[in-house]
């Protein structure tokens, strides 16, 4: 029997980690900071409201996880974050990617 957090279930930790550690980080910063972080550039948002924008859309997009309040509010500020770290190296992912990869390890430790 296996006992389900969310939509994480302990029975299978390996895939989880996979998942969570390396496959969601590489996909969702190759998506939202590469993607829509160059198309909301691209159509003129204000750099200033980029990470604010972006940032919500994140949180917006996990809302399949949590519907708590306090818990959207910090997916904004993850978003928010991974989006000046990306722009802060010159463009790179790498940085919000390891960024998102530690976030994401550090909340399976928590569960």
């Given at each position: 029997?296996?006992?389900?957090?969310?939509?994480?279930?302990?029975?299978?930790?390996?895939?989880?980690?996979?998942?969570?550690?390396?496959?969601?980080?590489?996909?969702?910063?190759?998506?939202?900071?590469?993607?829509?972080?160059?198309?909301?550039?691209?159509?003129?948002?204000?750099?200033?409201?980029?990470?604010?924008?972006?940032?919500?859309?994140?949180?917006?997009?996990?809302?399949?996880?949590?519907?708590?309040?306090?818990?959207?509010?910090?997916?904004?500020?993850?978003?928010?974050?991974?989006?000046?770290?990306?722009?802060?190296?010159?463009?790179?992912?790498?940085?919000?990617?390891?960024?998102h990869a530690i976030i994401?390890?550090?909340?399976?430790?928590?569960?």
């Amino acid at each position: 029997m296996s006992a389900t957090v969310g939509t994480i279930t302990a029975a299978a930790p390996a895939t989880t980690l996979i998942t969570a550690v390396l496959i969601a980080p590489l996909a969702e910063e190759t998506i939202y900071r590469r993607g829509l972080d160059d198309t909301l550039n691209r159509i003129g948002l204000h750099p200033i409201a980029l990470p604010a924008v972006s940032g919500a859309i994140f949180a917006a997009a996990h809302l399949h996880i949590t519907t708590s309040a306090s818990t959207i509010a910090v997916l904004a500020v993850i978003g928010a974050t991974l989006t000046t770290a990306r722009r802060a190296s010159g463009g790179r992912l790498t940085p919000s990617i390891v960024i998102h990869a530690i976030i994401n390890a550090t909340a399976l430790t928590a569960l």
